[in-house]
């Protein structure tokens, strides 16, 4: 399918709305159970920072995402899905450059996100959007291995 841009790809600030929308597909846009990391804490409280893309009235894809207070800034990615139809069309490096422009402007001097081990296609995205990824053992408490994306703004 061909890739999806501006202005038919259109990435904007998320609504109540299109949370409720996202909590309720999420589990199926993940293939399993992703919905209990779309916390509502980043609409609530750091729903500026999170992003949706649209297309033709229709929410595909989504960030949810912060700025650390702490200096080094960094901009930091908690949760990010696109619809199953909609994969491989740019929508996901779309809306990693929209976030980065709004880190960036936020005094962020790099980017972070974390994966899972042995999810390929997210590693093989990270690393197509600039990250370098390194596999962090215990990150995420003991036994549990994160694979950890960084990339400077
Ligand atoms: C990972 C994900 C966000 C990628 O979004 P996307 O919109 O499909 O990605 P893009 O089309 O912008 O891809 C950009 C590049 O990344 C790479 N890429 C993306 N998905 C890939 C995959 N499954 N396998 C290999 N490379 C991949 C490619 O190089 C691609 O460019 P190309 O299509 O021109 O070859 C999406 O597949 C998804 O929502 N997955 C399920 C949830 C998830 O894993 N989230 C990440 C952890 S929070």
Redesign the pocket.
């Given at each position: 399918m061909p890739t999806l841009s501006p202005p038919e790809l259109q990435i904007r600030a998320i609504t109540r709305s299109d949370y409720h929308y996202l909590v309720s597909v999420l589990d199926r846009?993940?293939g399993g159970p992703g919905g209990q990391r779309i916390d509502p804490l980043f609409f609530y409280e750091l729903g500026d920072d999170a992003l949706v893309a649209e297309r033709d009235g229709e929410v595909i894809?989504f960030l949810l995402g912060l700025v650390t207070p702490r200096e080094p800034r960094l901009g930091y990615v908690h949760?990010?899905?696109?619809h199953p139809d909609h994969?491989?069309?740019?929508?996901?490096?779309e809306l990693y450059e929209r976030f980065a422009e709004r880190c960036r402007r936020a005094g962020a001097t790099k980017l972070k996100?974390l994966?899972a081990k042995g999810?390929?296609?997210?590693i093989?995205?990270h690393e197509?959007?600039g990250f370098h990824a390194r596999e962090a053992p215990d990150y995420a408490g003991p036994g549990r291995t994160r694979i950890v994306f960084e990339r400077d703004l």
């Open positions: 846009w993940w894809g949760l990010v899905g696109i994969r491989r069309r740019g929508v996901g490096r996100a994966g999810h390929e296609g997210s093989r995205f197509a959007v």
